[in-house]
Structures are given as C-alpha cells and as structure tokens.
C-alpha cells in the first residue's frame, strides 16, 4: 500500500532551528511536495522535490533521497509565525498526491 | 499563483440535507480536485472534477453522495447529499496549473460543514 509518515506534533524555540522527517512508500514516484496549513486556513505550496539533494529557499530548505524514500524540512530562525502544520505529499506514478496526516509544529518563545 | 475562491466559507447543516458548494478558480488552472480534511486529520481526495464530464472518484466516494460538476474550465461544485454528522468536516477545492507532474496545488480556503 501506499504510506506517508511525518511525526504528530514536534516544539521548537523561536529562532531556533527545526527539522520535519517524511518518509514515504508509494507506487512510483514523481516527486515530493511539502505545504503550510495554519490553523483554519487552506494549505499553502512550500516546496517541491524530484530530484536527491537540498533544495534551499529562504529560510525554509527542503532535502529528498529518494533511495531511502525519505525528506525532510528544515526551518530556520523560526519565527512564531511559522506555528503551523506541515504536510508533506509524495506524487505517485499516477501522479495522484498522497498525503501525511501533518505535522503540527508548536512554536514557544 | 493561481486564485480559487470557494463558497460557502462556513455552514450548520441538518441531518439529511444537501449542500453545494461552488468553487471558481482562475484562468491558470487546468486540473481541479475536491478534497475532504477532517479534524486533526490529512487531506482525503474525493475526486477529480473533470470538465464536461463525470468526475472521476476515489475509493470510497460514490456519485450519489458526492455529486460533481463542472460544466467549465473555471467553475465546479461539490454537494453533500443527504448529509450526516459524518460528513462533518473541512471540504477543500483545488486546482494545479500547467506543467502536470510538477505542478504545485492551490486550494481554496475551504468549507467548514458542520451536520447537527
């Protein structure tokens, strides 16, 4: 079957660093999408991956080996702002999204 | 980005009705997908509405329940047919533009259904 999994619920300090694990089995794969969803609101695009590596883009860098079915998101300086959930989504060979049940980051100052 | 703006943002429903909701997205969108999201929980793929064409559902989602249209490129809506405390939950329009296997998702902001 096809499975995503990220932690439940992670905490980190403002302006500190934090890291979201993903790792995913899936029939195919196209590629890797990470989205922002605040409390009440619509998720937001965050970043794409297809291919090995980091992919950096402000303070927020995404990473993929897709050898070990694995990702991460990396947030940096964080900001109370960035108190959110963040799903991450692996892109099937039928380029059907399949989606984590999100990761909801606590920020404490 | 592209723009989806859905209606109604919010409803209390009662058990047993239907309620439809519309979606309208812009010009730069070419796929448009209806999504579930209840509490605490991920994102759950309805269906894909297909222009001009019956909606292509998921496993779990039948017609009868879930009616889709989407008689143009920019429109569709969803109904919750003959609704229970069930179907209580988030419902989430999307859309991808061009470039197919790359192409991120917008989503609208969505419809907080609650069914008393």
């Known amino acids: 079957g096809q499975n995503i999994d990220q932690p439940t619920e992670m905490t980190a300090t403002e302006g500190a660093i934090v890291q979201i694990n993903c790792t995913y089995q899936?029939?195919?794969?196209?590629?890797l999408f990470w989205y922002q969803q605040h409390a009440g609101e619509a998720p937001t695009f965050l970043s794409y991956?297809?291919l090995d590596g980091l992919e950096e883009k402000g303070r927020f860098s995404s990473f993929l080996s897709r050898s070990k079915g694995y990702s991460y998101l990396l947030l940096k300086e964080l900001q109370m702002k960035d108190s959110a959930s963040y799903l991450c989504?692996?892109?099937?060979?039928?380029?059907?999204?399949?989606w984590g049940a999100g990761t909801k980051l606590i920020i404490k100052p | 980005s592209a723009v989806i703006s859905q209606k109604p943002s919010r409803d209390i429903c009662q058990r047993g009705t239907s309620l439809t909701i519309q979606c309208q997205v812009d010009?730069?969108?070419?796929?448009m997908f209806w999504y579930r999201q209840q509490p605490g929980q991920s994102l759950t793929l309805i269906a894909t509405?297909?222009?001009?064409?019956?909606?292509?559902?998921e496993s779990g989602f039948v017609i009868d329940k879930f009616p889709i249209s989407r008689p143009n490129l920019t429109f569709s809506t969803l109904t919750v047919s003959n609704m229970s405390p069930e179907d209580s939950s988030i419902y989430l329009c999307?859309?991808?533009?061009?470039?197919?296997?790359?192409?991120?998702?917008?989503f609208g902001e969505g419809s907080r259904l609650t069914v008393l």
């Open positions: 999307s859309g991808r533009t061009p470039g197919y296997d790359t192409g991120e998702l917008f």
């Open positions: 010009s730069q969108v070419t796929m």
């Open positions: 509405a297909n222009q001009g064409s019956e909606a292509t559902y």
């Open positions: 899936t029939s195919g794969f196209n590629g």
């Open positions: 991956n297809v």
């Open positions: 989504a692996a892109l099937d060979s039928n380029y059907q999204l399949i």
